[in-house]
């Protein structure tokens, strides 16, 4: 199974809007509702911030964003914030043998 | 408060073994499923293995299959990675994470992590 496809890094200003893609295939991404999105600082453990593409488990900003359009799902953070400065993750339900597929990764960097 | 704390990391000779122990509290672990990923130093989150509410639903990564077996004992309320043969791609923080019951195919909480060195 091979990772879903993020970009390796993208970065904004404080108060600024920042799309991170992730890009799968009909047997993944496109085809289950089933995106999750994490967020990584290092040395602290993941945090689920986005589940089922679009929704935000308790405690999480409403900074934070999903969508899906065909193979590809997207984390918006709207409102860049110097704590939003981290690794983020995508996943995946998949159709084969694996539960889930992780993303290659995006860092977020705030200018 | 749920919490799942790893441990059995360390320092093993290529061809090796060794066992990682995830303790889990405030919840019951017999009623989710639970899962191993692991980050290799300047790499991005890989998942390992995961096993169910029942034994006959165990995964594993093509990459460590037939090498390491996911158990766990609801008894003691723990979980467990038993890792054989390894190799120096296997180093790497290993994380224990469970799987949610309401935002489905998710991990709704990680551990800390605990890291395995592997030497060639």
């Known amino acids: 199974q091979s990772a879903l496809t993020q970009p390796a890094s993208v970065s904004g200003s404080p108060g600024q809007s920042i799309t991170i893609s992730c890009t799968g295939t009909?047997?993944?991404?496109?085809?289950?509702?089933?995106v999750s999105w994490y967020q990584h600082h290092p040395d602290k453990a993941p945090k689920l911030m986005i589940y089922e593409v679009s929704n935000r488990p308790s405690g999480v900003s409403n900074r934070f964003s999903g969508s899906k359009s065909g193979n590809t799902a997207s984390l918006t953070i709207s409102g860049l914030q110097a704590e939003d400065e981290a690794d983020y993750y995508c996943?995946?339900?998949?159709?084969?043998?694996?539960?889930?597929?992780f993303g290659t990764g995006t860092k977020v960097t705030v200018l | 408060e749920v919490q799942l704390v790893e441990s059995g990391g360390g320092l093993v000779k290529s061809g090796g073994s060794l066992r990682l122990s995830c303790a889990a509290s405030g919840f019951t672990l017999n009623t989710y499923s639970m899962n191993w990923v692991r980050q290799a130093p300047g790499k991005g989150l890989e998942w390992v293995s995961s096993i169910g509410t029942t034994w006959n639903h165990i995964y594993y990564a093509d990459s460590v299959k037939g090498r390491f077996t996911i158990s766990r004992d609801n008894a003691k309320n723990s979980l467990y990675l038993q890792m054989n043969s390894l190799r120096a791609e296997d180093t790497a923080v290993y994380y224990c994470?469970?799987?949610?019951?309401?935002?489905?195919?998710?991990?709704?909480?990680w551990g800390q992590g605990t890291l395995v060195t592997v030497s060639s």
């Open positions: 994470a469970r799987d949610s019951i309401s935002a489905r195919r998710s991990v709704d909480y």
């Open positions: 996943t995946s339900y998949t159709s084969s043998s694996s539960p889930y597929v």
């Open positions: 009909t047997s993944d991404v496109g085809g289950y509702h089933y």
